[in-house]
């Protein structure tokens, strides 16, 4: 026998009383009074940007004035027009290196903790995750209240791959000190869509 199993048989002779599973059946998770303000606060919180959109305004712009310095902008989306770089037509996903924006759409965000889901609607995914700044078009009207509600619409397209994507990548796991950017976008805005 293993230590590993060793252990394990300790435990369980010595268990006095088992209980059951308690039923997860009535779990609906936190709900808030305004999901959207909820989704704007907690996205704040860790580390993004959020900017409103308002009806008629360009998303190009809105992208230039938050990266103005941006040279290489990467994005499939029809509505992007000052893309330079498409993640469908280049030849591998190492010509997506050096990317200063990305632009990606997001399904529904999370007010419970500012992430929102992003389905693969690329070829190359790369572009979540190589970009150094990362921009993610939201529809306002497509917030849920926590994560009990997003998993009940994480849905996949041929491509089988999504990820929930909140705020920037950071990590404080040397020496505790908190390192932006560390193994994805060094920021995240977030245009919310009306």
Same mark, same amino acid.
């Given at each position: 026998?293993?230590?590993?199993?060793?252990?394990?048989?300790?435990?369980?002779?010595?268990?006095?009383?088992?209980?059951?599973?308690?039923?997860?059946?009535? @779990?609906?998770?936190?709900?808030?009074?305004?999901?959207?303000?909820?989704?704007?606060?907690?996205?704040?919180?860790?580390?993004?940007?959020?900017?409103?959109?308002?009806?008629?305004?360009?998303?190009?712009?809105? @992208?230039?004035?938050?990266?103005?310095?941006?040279?290489?902008?990467?994005?499939?989306?029809?509505?992007? #027009?000052?893309?330079?770089?498409?993640?469908? #037509?280049?030849?591998?996903?190492?010509?997506?290196?050096?990317?200063?924006?990305?632009?990606?759409?997001?399904?529904?965000?999370?007010?419970?903790?500012?992430?929102?889901?992003?389905?693969?609607?690329?070829?190359?995914?790369?572009?979540?995750?190589?970009?150094?700044?990362?921009?993610?078009?939201?529809?306002?009207?497509?917030?849920?209240?926590?994560?009990?509600?997003?998993?009940?619409?994480?849905?996949?397209?041929?491509?089988?791959?999504?990820?929930?994507?909140?705020?920037?990548?950071?990590?404080?796991?040397?020496?505790?000190?908190?390192?932006?950017?560390?193994?994805?976008?060094?920021?995240? #805005?977030?245009?919310?869509?009306?």
């Amino acid at each position: 026998m293993s230590t590993k199993e060793e252990i394990l048989s300790k435990y369980r002779r010595n268990i006095k009383k088992q209980y059951d599973m308690p039923s997860l059946d009535d @779990i609906r998770g936190i709900t808030f009074p305004d999901p959207l303000a909820q989704f704007i606060s907690m996205s704040k919180t860790v580390g993004g940007n959020v900017v409103e959109v308002e009806l008629g305004q360009d998303i190009n712009e809105l @992208i230039r004035q938050a990266y103005p310095n941006a040279k290489e902008i990467a994005s499939n989306l029809p509505e992007v #027009t000052i893309a330079t770089r498409n993640p469908d #037509t280049i030849e591998t996903a190492q010509e997506l290196n050096g990317t200063d924006v990305g632009v990606i759409k997001g399904v529904f965000g999370v007010a419970e903790n500012g992430c929102i889901w992003i389905p693969q609607e690329m070829v190359e995914k790369v572009v979540c995750f190589i970009s150094e700044n990362l921009v993610i078009l939201l529809k306002k009207s497509e917030i849920v209240n926590n994560m009990h509600d997003a998993y009940k619409k994480i849905s996949f397209n041929d491509y089988g791959y999504g990820t929930f994507i909140s705020g920037p990548s950071k990590t404080a796991d040397i020496a505790q000190v908190l390192v932006m950017g560390a193994q994805a976008a060094r920021s995240v #805005t977030v245009l919310l869509l009306p």
